[in-house]
T-cell receptor, first 116, second 112 residues
Framework: GAVVSQHPSWVICKSGTSVKIECRSL??????MFWYRQFPKQSLMLMAT?????????EQGVEKDKFLINHASLTLSTLTVTSAHPEDSSFYIC????????????FGPGTRLTVL | GENVEQHPSTLSVQEGDSAVIKCTYS??????FPWYKQELGKRPQLIID?????GEKKDQRIAVTLNKTAKHFSLHITETQPEDSAVYFC???????????FGGGTRVLVKP
């Protein structure tokens, strides 16, 4: 149980385009979803927290107009990187919490974004 | 906000030896401390966690200890095996909070 999927697993795009990443909880209802960014050989940096049906809470320094987060249902959250640039190239990982798990977060497999 | 420091950043051990990773946290309100193992290009996997009402927890070759007074917690891996090679992250979360704050990670290499 507690499976989280992410799509796509990798994406290559041209500078200036927008990219949407989906995060789904497959066997539980995710009341809260988190989006992280991880640069090579670095830790996971929380970008934003989203609760179903409400606006996401962004961490300091994360541009909410550039990283659009939608959590429209209890099983789906999306992150859209708008007008992507090479410096946005990174590993984006979502996690979800819900069901009987009060503290534990279940991570998706990640999406590797490369912006040319 | 919460700040989590993790040491060492890299750790090389001989197969069969023990590995110890230490983390300190700043917010005394934190009460949940998970440890994650991440292999290259993969998702972080929870390997063990501890809550603040417990001082030690063990699961086969893995154990975690927590010292609330000193605000530090440690991961102990005994009888290390090559498949233990990965990056390990500690994290902390407050009772009333939503988010995990991660340490910087420790790259563990177990040499056969």
């Amino acid at each position: 149980g507690a499976v989280v999927s992410q799509h796509p697993s990798w994406v290559i795009c041209k500078s200036g385009t927008s990219v949407k990443i989906e995060c789904r909880s497959l066997d539980f209802q995710a009341t809260t979803m988190f989006w992280y960014r991880q640069f090579p050989k670095q830790s996971l940096m929380l970008m934003a927290t989203s609760n179903e049906g409400s606006k996401a809470t962004y961490e300091q320094g994360v541009e909410k107009d550039k990283f659009l987060i939608n959590h429209a249902s209890l099983t789906l959250s999306t992150l859209t990187v708008t007008s992507a640039h090479p410096e946005d190239s990174s590993f984006y990982i979502c996690s979800a919490r819900g069901g009987l798990a009060v503290n534990e977060q279940f991570f998706g497999p990640g999406t590797r974004l490369t912006v040319l | 906000g919460e700040n989590v420091e993790q040491h060492p950043s890299t750790l090389s051990v001989q197969e069969g030896d023990s590995a110890v990773i230490k983390c300190t946290y700043s917010d005394s309100a934190s009460n949940y401390f998970p440890w994650y193992k991440q292999e290259l290009g993969k998702r972080p996997q929870l390997i063990i966690d501890i809550r603040s009402n417990v001082g030690e927890k063990k699961d086969q070759r893995i154990a975690v200890t927590l010292n609330k007074t000193a605000k530090h917690f440690s991961l102990h891996i005994t009888e290390t095996q090559p498949e233990d090679s990965a990056v390990y992250f500690c994290a902390a979360k407050k009772a009333a909070g939503n988010k995990l704050t991660f340490g910087g990670g420790t790259r563990v290499l177990v040499k056969p």
